[in-house]
């Protein structure tokens, strides 16, 4: 019998106790690690997962043994990504990176992973290891710390750091040039309210402020707090600038309006100094420099207005918004007016008709041309008010000429393109005549080719709806149009109006005189009434005659009248029997 050495045997128990305290603190480990790991086979099933796994995936032991890890993916990579990974841990037995995953709820989240390969004696793999932990929370703290980075935590908007990273971007020579204002606003007096109603309150109207002025800014728009009452504001431009003016202004007006704070009833008097690009300066430094220096104009200008750095559009701004209050103001209240210019029949010498012009007459600057308010109307955003005025205006007045028993022939009325893509213009107008007790075949309406060009569709489905209606439909200033012959196919026309630049160069150049004969037979033949404008002279008037024109308008017969002087002619033309 063989007998073992005692000092062999308590060096081999003290051996075996050791392995296995070893592989308890191991199996300590692998359960209390933060980190989620699992273990597969070489062939990939799962062979040992750990708490920390169930904890971040969401699948416990028994969901995930003998399982393979596709129980996690998330379909965010493509085979691709797969395959090159599994390149790797063959090559060099190790791969790590990120990787998005997917839990059990459902949720997909990025985590770092790192795959081992194991190998036995004889080099091939026995088992894989992989250890992976959550990146959800630190990309969340990561894009916790570059949000407070670039935004005011007070107000929730960016602050000055993301100003100059938009400048330096869409300054850089990689760019295309794209005109922009950046625009300087400072609230004034916010000193006053920290040291009378304290800095709480001071925060609190700095935040009311930055409320007002979010709805004002369009999502391609840069608005940031620059400091501590002063904000940051970049649009971008079109070419055509006139809306920047309307834009200063109801930043302005909206920073005016009183505030309601700790039961004090506040006003401020902001500022705004504007600096273009390119215009004023091509760098951020410069640009910055410019919208100080106007800021400070407006500053010193008082308060309570905007200055650009370039004066004269300071002054242009200034004088074309305060047009365009007169025109909000004439519009509820008194300055509008309307003119009749009769059409005359050139085989009787009779009115058929008569067509309604605004006029309007500026308390301080007297009559305005319809050439300069016209187009302010159409900028501002107020032809359907003032289309909507005209309207109701003009059938006020026939319903009272007719109810005073003057006959008056029918009534042309011109429409705007805003007018007519207005959602129920058609229906509109069908109320309005029927308030008045005016019948639709009185009325016709006039509008131009140009009206016609971007919203063709929409257009002619309002004049169908319109003619349907019993309206007449008159294609003004035709001939100056792209595609005049196409809509003479497409509309529903009751009448055609040569425009007055043919009538006046007909008796001089042979071209405009083709022109006007070529429309007045095309009028003829698709048996449409015809008016020629603009005539002002008795050889015109011939001319017209010669070429079988209907109808005609203009100086040689009568200029705009109002009402009264339109009165006194029917009167006069009823009683001779005309």
């Given at each position: ?16 106790h050791?392995l ?24 990939g ?6 708490r ?21 993916r ?70 916790e710390?570059?949000?407070?980075a ?7 908007l960016?602050?000055r ?20 204002a ?14 009378s ?14 409320s007002?002025?979010k ?14 009452d002063?904000f ?29 704070l700790?039961?004090e ?23 910055l420099?410019c ?24 002054n242009q ?6 047009l ?9 209240g ?51 008010e ?6 109701n ?26 007018e ?87 008796t001089e ?6 022109i ?6 095309l ?8 008016v ?5 002279t008795?050889e ?7 070429m079988?024109?209907d ?28």
């Amino acid at each position: 019998m063989f007998i073992q050495d005692p000092q062999q045997l308590q060096h081999k128990s003290q051996l075996i106790h050791a392995l296995e305290m070893q592989q308890r603190l191991a199996q300590r480990v692998f359960d209390n690690t933060i980190e989620g790991i699992f273990v597969t086979g070489p062939y990939g099933h799962i062979l040992e997962v750990n708490r920390a796994f169930t904890e971040i995936t969401g699948y416990t032991a028994d969901e995930a043994l003998g399982k393979t890890p596709r129980l996690l993916r998330s379909n965010h990579h493509d085979e691709t990504f797969y395959r090159r990974m599994w390149e790797q841990i063959e090559t060099s037995g190790s791969w790590q990176g990120e990787i998005w995953n997917r839990r059990k709820d459902g949720g997909a989240y990025l985590q770092w992973l790192s795959i081992n390969a194991l190998k036995g004696p004889d080099g091939t793999v026995e088992y894989y290891v992989a250890v992976f932990h959550d990146l959800s929370e630190l990309r969340a703290r990561d894009a916790e710390i570059e949000y407070l980075a670039t935004h005011d935590p007070l107000t929730g908007l960016g602050n000055r750091r993301q100003l100059l990273d938009w400048l330096d971007y869409h300054l850089s020579e990689a760019q295309t040039v794209i005109p922009f204002a950046l625009i300087k606003i400072d609230l004034g007096e916010i000193q006053l309210i920290n040291d009378s109603l304290g800095h709480a309150a001071g925060d609190r109207l700095i935040q009311l402020a930055a409320s007002r002025l979010k709805p004002l800014v369009s999502a391609k728009d840069c608005l940031v707090r620059i400091s501590a009452d002063e904000f940051g504001l970049i649009i971008p431009l079109s070419d055509d600038t006139t809306h920047l003016a309307q834009i200063l202004f109801n930043l302005k007006a909206a920073l005016q309006k009183s505030f309601s704070l700790s039961g004090e009833t506040l006003f401020m008097s902001p500022s705004l100094g504007v600096a273009l690009f390119p215009e004023d300066a091509d760098s951020q430094h410069e640009l910055l420099r410019c919208a100080k220096a106007a800021l400070q104009e407006a500053k010193s200008a008082g308060r309570n207005t905007f200055c650009f750095y370039n004066h004269s559009m300071s002054n242009q701004a200034r004088d074309r918004l305060a047009l365009e209050q007169a025109l909000r103001e004439a519009l509820t209240g008194d300055g509008l007016s309307l003119h009749f210019q009769p059409k005359v029949m050139l085989s009787t010498q009779a009115i058929s008709g008569v067509e309604v012009l605004v006029r309007w007459t500026h308390p301080v600057l007297g009559p305005i041309s319809p050439a300069i308010f016209i187009p302010l109307a159409e900028r501002s955003g107020l032809m359907v008010e003032l289309g909507a005025w005209v309207v109701n205006e003009a059938c006020r007045q026939v319903s009272e000429l007719l109810q005073a028993g003057i006959i008056l022939p029918s009534v042309a009325i011109n429409l705007s393109v805003q007018e007519l893509e207005r959602l129920g213009v058609a229906e509109f107008l069908a109320d309005t005549l029927e308030r008045y007790g005016l019948q639709p075949s009185m009325f016709e309406f006039e509008v131009t080719e140009t009206s016609l060009i971007h919203r063709e569709k929409v257009v002619i489905d309002v004049l169908q709806r319109l003619r349907q209606q019993g309206f007449g439909v008159a294609l003004d200033d035709f001939g100056t149009g792209y595609s005049s012959l196409s809509y003479l196919r497409k509309l529903p026309l009751s009448t055609l109006k040569i425009d007055r630049s043919f009538v006046v160069d007909m008796t001089e150049d042979e071209v405009s005189a083709s022109i006007v004969q070529t429309i007045i037979s095309l009028a003829e033949n698709l048996n449409l009434h015809l008016v020629a404008e603009g005539v002002e002279t008795n050889e015109q008037r011939d001319r017209l005659v010669e070429m079988g024109c209907d109808t005609v308008q203009g100086y040689l017969y009568y200029r705009p009248m109002d009402l009264q002087e339109l009165i006194c002619l029917l009167s006069s033309s009823n009683a001779s029997g005309q």
